[in-house]
């Protein structure tokens, strides 16, 4: 019973995405950093409109284009 627990709340997603634990962690994780430079890039820009003009829009197109294409299954 714990056995599928576990698989359940761990493992079962990673594994619909074609990867493993760790390796969805590592995932989840590179892509919530693009986003915290994004959300930071997006804050500075509000306050100073010169800067950082296109900052948080690159991070938007570089994970759209991470996850494009990606059905259940692929490992990218």
Same mark, same amino acid.
Do not use: K
């Given at each position: 019973?714990a *056995?599928?627990? #576990?698989?359940r709340?761990?493992?079962? +997603?990673?594994?619909? !995405?074609? $990867?493993? @634990?760790?390796?969805h962690?590592?995932? !989840?994780?590179?892509? *919530?950093?693009?986003?915290?430079v994004?959300? #930071?890039? !997006?804050?500075? +820009?509000?306050?100073?409109?010169?800067?950082? $003009?296109t *900052? *948080?829009?690159? &991070?938007? &197109?570089?994970? @759209? !284009? &991470?996850?494009?294409? &990606?059905?259940?299954?692929?490992?990218?």
């Amino acid at each position: 019973m714990a *056995a599928g627990l #576990i698989d359940r709340l761990f493992l079962a +997603h990673p594994r619909s !995405a074609g $990867q493993g @634990y760790f390796e969805h962690m590592r995932f !989840a994780w590179s892509f *919530a950093a693009t986003m915290a430079v994004g959300t #930071i890039a !997006a804050l500075v +820009h509000g306050l100073f409109p010169f800067v950082c $003009q296109t *900052a *948080a829009g690159d &991070r938007v &197109r570089t994970l @759209y !284009a &991470r996850l494009s294409g &990606r059905e259940p299954g692929s490992a990218r």
